[in-house]
């Protein structure tokens, strides 16, 4: 017996890939009478290090932004992402905004992030955007489409950009 699709975590780089990629999740959502949680994981920012006179210094590159500015920037990202609703509303029609119990904007290495969100949330199905043209195909289905399917025991939808002959008139958020 397949297990039946309750909630679908759609992970967004924001991409017009995944742009479209949420057109699938919405429709799994709408014949599953499913929720979506979107997620996008802001990737970390490494310290680095420089020389200075007398020595190497560690410098954090986000030393000085305050935790206000954080909260204003993921509030941003999710606001950024309540527009995937209104243009798949556009696309396919309502419902759209009752379909999503959740925006989540954690920073984080985003396939682990995919990962424990996959899991602590109890989804079902994971849906995701790929680039990947000609040879690049392969590096950037790599790099994190794959990895989430070598790792995870959960179904995951990988959608593609469609070919030049279908029309898609949504330019990445």
């Given at each position: 017996m397949i297990p039946k699709i309750k909630k679908i975590l759609?992970?967004?780089?924001?991409?017009?890939?995944?742009?479209?990629?949420?057109?699938?999740?919405?429709?799994?959502?709408?014949?599953?009478?499913?929720?979506?949680i979107i997620l996008h994981a802001i990737q970390p920012i490494r310290s680095y290090i420089y020389a200075e006179e007398g020595g190497i210094e560690f410098e954090s590159v986000l030393k000085g932004v305050k935790e206000e500015e954080q909260k204003m920037v993921t509030e941003?990202?999710?606001?950024h992402l309540q527009g995937f609703c209104k243009k798949?509303?556009?696309?396919?029609?309502?419902?759209?905004f009752e379909l999503v119990s959740k925006i989540l904007v954690p920073i984080g290495h985003p396939v682990e992030e995919i990962l424990k969100v996959a899991d602590e949330e109890g989804c079902d199905a994971i849906v995701l955007g790929?680039?990947?043209?000609?040879?690049?195909?392969?590096?950037?289905?790599?790099?994190?489409?794959?990895?989430?399917?070598?790792?995870?025991?959960?179904?995951?939808?990988?959608?593609?950009?469609?070919?030049?002959?279908?029309?898609?008139?949504?330019?990445?958020?």
């Open positions: 759609y992970a967004t780089d924001l991409s017009k890939n995944s742009s479209y990629a949420f057109l699938y999740a919405t429709d799994m959502a709408r014949r599953y009478d499913a929720k979506i941003q990202i999710k606001e798949a509303e556009a696309q396919m029609g309502p419902p759209c790929t680039h990947g043209k000609g040879f690049l195909k392969q590096t950037f289905l790599g790099s994190v489409a794959v990895s989430v399917l070598q790792r995870t025991r959960k179904p995951v939808f990988i959608v593609p950009l469609p070919s030049e002959k279908i029309t898609f008139e949504w330019d990445g958020i």
